[in-house]
C-alpha cells in the first residue's frame, strides 16, 4: 500500500521538499495548522496580518532607531492586541496554529514568533526568526548590532549580550555553544522544529490522528532517516492505517538496528492482526 507523500495541495510546504528557499513561512504555517483544521479558511488570519502590519507602519515613521521599531511592533501586537504566552499553552496543539494564537492571543514561542515576523515584514521591518536551544525567538540587525524579540513575553526586547545570559541560563550551554544558534534560522529548520513539537505533544497526549499528519510531513522532509520512516510505521498502526503500517514495517525491518527488531516485530504482528480483522 502506497502512502502519499507529495503534499500537492500545499505549495508553499511543497518548497521546503524541494529545498526552494523562497518559502512564505506565513502560508506554511497555515498550511500545517489545516492538518488539525480541515476547513480552515487562510483569508482571516492574512487579513488580519495585514491590518497590524498597517497599524505598525503607521506608526514607525516616528521611531528613531531600530529598538524603537522593535518597541512599537511589541505594543500593537503584545500590547493592543493581546499576544502573549503561558505554560498551558505547551499542552495544546492549537497553540502551534498561528490562526488560533492570533484567535485565542495565546501562542507558544515559535507560533508567536512567526506572527511578530509575518507582520514585521509585511509593515516593512526586517525580522527574522531564531531557533535557540530552549526558547524560539526573533532577530534583527541594528546599528547596535543584533536585537532580539521574545514574542512569548509580550515582545520584551534583548540586545546580544543580555539575550546569550539568557539563553545560557536556559540551557546550560556555553556562550561559544550558543553562538551559531542566535543567527536566523532557514524556513526548512523552523518549519521542522514547530512539526517536532507538535509530534512529541501529540505522542504524549496519544492523539495518533493528529500525530500521522505531522509524522507524514516530518518523514517526507527527512526522506532518508530511518528513524523517521520507523515512527511514521509505529503511528500508522496506532491511529488505525494497518495497511499502509504492515509495508511500512516490512521494509523497516530490512534496516532495523538489533534492539528496534523486537519491538517492531511486535507491531507488525499487531499491525497484521488488525488488518485481516478489517476484512
Not at 505554560?87 to 506572527?115: D, M, Q
Request: glycine residues 6%.
Amino acid at each position: 500500500m502506497t502512502i502519499d507523500l507529495e503534499f500537492h495541495n500545499d505549495p508553499e510546504f511543497r518548497k521546503l521538499l524541494t529545498r526552494n528557499p523562497d518559502v512564505d513561512l506565513t502560508l506554511v504555517a497555515l498550511e500545517l495548522a489545516r492538518d488539525g483544521q480541515p476547513r480552515l479558511d487562510f483569508s482571516h488570519t492574512l487579513d488580519w496580518i495585514s491590518r497590524r502590519a498597517d497599524e505598525v507602519r503607521s506608526h514607525l515613521t516616528r521611531t528613531r532607531n531600530e529598538r524603537a521599531m522593535l518597541r512599537e511592533l511589541a505594543k500593537c501586537l503584545s500590547g493592543t492586541h493581546g499576544l502573549h504566552g503561558d505554560k498551558e499553552a505547551f499542552l495544546r496543539s492549537e497553540s502551534s496554529y498561528i490562526n488560533r494564537v492570533i484567535e485565542t492571543g495565546v501562542g507558544i514561542p515559535i507560533s508567536l514568533s512567526l506572527v511578530y515576523v509575518a507582520v514585521a515584514q509585511r509593515a516593512g521591518v526586517e525580522l527574522e526568526g531564531v531557533a535557540a536551544p530552549m526558547h524560539f525567538l526573533t532577530r534583527l540587525e541594528s546599528v547596535e548590532g543584533p536585537l532580539f524579540v521574545d514574542a512569548f513575553h509580550q515582545g520584551e526586547v534583548l540586545n546580544y549580550d543580555e539575550c546569550c545570559t539568557w539563553i545560557q541560563s536556559l540551557s546550560g550551554l556555553s556562550s561559544d555553544e550558543i553562538e551559531n544558534s542566535l543567527e536566523p534560522a532557514r524556513p526548512r529548520d523552523i518549519v521542522i522544529r514547530m512539526l517536532n513539537n507538535l509530534k512529541a505533544l501529540q505522542v504524549k497526549q496519544e492523539k495518533w490522528d493528529q500525530a500521522w499528519h505531522v509524522q507524514r510531513r516530518l518523514a517526507a522532509l527527512h526522506p532518508g532517516a530511518y528513524e523517521q520512516r520507523r515512527d511514521l510505521a509505529v503511528i500508522a498502526l496506532k491511529s488505525n492505517h494497518p495497511g499502509i503500517a504492515v509495508d511500512l514495517l516490512e521494509n523497516c525491518l530490512k534496516s532495523c538496528s538489533p534492539q528496534d527488531r523486537p519491538i517492531l516485530q511486535g507491531h507488525l504482528l499487531a499491525a497484521e492482526r488488525l488488518l485481516a480483522d478489517m476484512n
